[in-house]
């Protein structure tokens, strides 16, 4: 059990460029979450999948964000035309997912890639 | 949707006790409480399901009024490795992902 792994730790681009985020969950865990943290806030939730599936995704999320999980494994969250607003802490965790949150299942949270747009 | 957490910020000389509070205005089906320490990621604390029962770990413990729609962690004697952000994440029945608060920021001074 590695942990949660996201990549890379920090990116720095500049406004409208894309940018790609990976994460790595626990291997055998089927559910994954991206979750955006800005200085002194709590995680605020983006998207999730169970398995391959994307179940849930934030209606705060803008067409400009788009997450992947192929093949349930690893997750790819990408955002095109990034702008000053999008700067912040992009948070994965995973959970086994073999039930709901509320039936005794902890997320395990990654170091999480921090972005800063110039 | 997203809970409340009081107070914002507390400071203690190591060996007080502290109380965060977490509040919400929806039903829920159990709170998670986490503690982040700076540049690092959350890291789970306990999960307490609607029941109202209470949780332990170590010197900290948990509480959970399914009525009141309030969680509470205690943290008793504190030590210096208890400083940090404690977020409470809350699940509404059947939406399978965690809403959290704001924070709570914790600092032990010596």
């Known amino acids: 059990d590695t942990g949660v792994s996201q990549d890379p730790r920090h990116k720095i681009t500049k406004r409208g460029q894309n940018v790609t985020f990976r994460c790595d969950p626990i291997s055998e865990h089927n559910r994954l979450y991206w979750y955006r943290q800005t200085l002194g806030q709590g995680p605020e939730f983006l998207t999730y999948?169970?398995?391959?599936?994307?179940?849930?995704k934030s209606r705060l999320l803008s067409d400009r964000f788009s997450a992947e999980r192929p093949k349930g494994s690893f997750s790819t969250l990408e955002i095109q035309r990034t702008e000053q607003g999008d700067s912040a802490m992009y948070l994965c965790a995973s959970s086994t997912g073999t039930g709901g949150i509320g039936t005794n299942e902890k997320l395990f949270f990654g170091s999480g890639t921090q972005l800063s747009v110039l | 949707q997203q809970p409340v957490q009081s107070p914002q910020a507390v400071i203690l000389r190591e060996g007080e006790d502290a109380v965060i509070n977490c509040s919400s205005s929806?039903?829920?089906?159990?709170v998670h409480w986490y503690r982040q320490k700076h540049g690092e990621a959350p890291v789970f604390l306990m999960i307490?399901?609607?029941?109202?029962e209470q949780k332990g770990h170590e010197k900290i413990s948990a509480s959970f009024n399914e009525k009141k729609q309030q969680s509470s962690l205690y943290l008793t004697a504190s030590q210096l490795s208890y400083s940090g952000t404690y977020f409470c994440?809350?699940?509404?029945?059947?939406?399978?992902?965690?809403?959290f608060g704001q924070g709570t920021r914790l600092t032990i001074n010596p």
């Open positions: 307490l399901l609607k029941g109202g």
């Open positions: 929806k039903a829920l089906y159990s």
């Open positions: 994440g809350t699940e509404i029945s059947g939406a399978q992902k965690l809403v």
């Open positions: 999948f169970q398995n391959e599936a994307q179940l849930e």
